[in-house]
Nanobody, 121 residues
Framework: QVQLVESGGGLVQAGGSLRLSCAAS????????LGWYRQAPGKQRELVAI???????NYADSVKGRFTVSRDNAKNTMYLQMNSLKPEDTAVYYC???????????????WGQGTQVTVSS
């Protein structure tokens, strides 16, 4: 089982940028897809972005045009470049294996500790 560890979170002003990293203990090629999820206080955990082994991507409407997900298979790392950040983006961000079922993406496995992103107004 590949372990995933998130990093790169921090405090940033609205309009700023951050890049999150998701480092795997093994080859990420064993996954069909990896996903970024986030959970804000008092809110349900939601899908932010998906990237497949074929480098196709899917984004939540709220982050389209602002966030970019990518992967580096040689480094066993997935990234989430976040630009034009808004206070609504404040959340704990998680990376996890994802799988499709009935045309929807679902997380697979256990959640890690995540990385905190705080966007000040």
């Amino acid at each position: 089982q590949v372990q995933l560890v998130e990093s790169g979170g921090g405090l940033v002003q609205a309009g700023g940028s951050l890049r999150l990293s998701c480092a795997a203990s093994g080859s990420i090629l064993s996954f069909n897809a990896l996903g970024w999820y986030r959970q804000a206080p008092g809110k349900q955990r939601e899908l932010v972005a998906i990237i497949t082994s074929g480098d196709s991507t899917n984004y939540a409407d709220s982050v389209k045009g602002r966030f970019t997900v990518s992967r580096d298979n040689a480094k066993n790392t997935m990234y989430l470049q976040m630009n034009s950040l808004k206070p609504e983006d404040t959340a704990v961000y998680y990376c996890i294996q994802a799988a499709s079922f009935l045309r929807h993406w679902n997380p697979v496995g256990s959640w890690g500790q995540g990385t905190q992103v705080t966007v000040s107004s």
